[in-house]
């Protein structure tokens, strides 16, 4: 069966930095459009970052521009999510997520799909 699997999370101190990464079992996500997503406790998931299949734009919620870069390795069929200067407020279970769209306009989309992997955990906490 399909998975998406994430993996990177861990506890570091504020201005930390780490790279998660998301990786898919049973298919390519090559030719996927990839989101990164994000869940705090008692908080809604909400978008983080995208990158297009189409035209590998990408997409980065404002809370974290200048602090968090999305890309592709196509070889390792990986998309990886490295974030610096972390803050407390990132702190959050990661999520990865797939769209057939071509362009990160699908975002709002994949926050609705039923499937989600098991997430990784980033906690930013001195």
């Known amino acids: 069966q399909p998975q998406l699997v994430e993996s990177g999370g861990d506890l570091v101190q504020p201005g930390g930095s780490l790279r998660l990464s998301c990786t898919a079992r049973?298919?390519?996500?090559?030719?996927?459009?990839i989101g990164w997503f994000r869940q705090a406790p008692g908080k809604e998931r909400e978008g983080v970052s995208c990158?297009?299949?189409?035209?590998?734009?990408?997409y980065y919620v404002d809370s974290v521009k200048g602090r968090f870069t999305i890309s592709r390795d196509y070889v390792k069929n990986m998309v990886y999510l490295h974030m610096s200067s972390l803050k407390p407020e990132d702190t959050a279970v990661y999520h990865c997520?797939?769209?057939?769209?071509?362009?990160?306009?699908?975002?709002?989309?994949?926050?609705?799909?039923?499937?989600w992997g098991q997430g990784t955990q980033v906690t930013v906490s001195s």
């Open positions: 997520q797939v769209s057939s769209a071509g362009t990160c306009q699908a975002m709002s989309d994949m926050l609705k799909y039923e499937y």
């Open positions: 049973g298919f390519t996500l090559n030719t996927y459009t």
């Open positions: 990158i297009g299949s189409s035209d590998q734009s990408t």
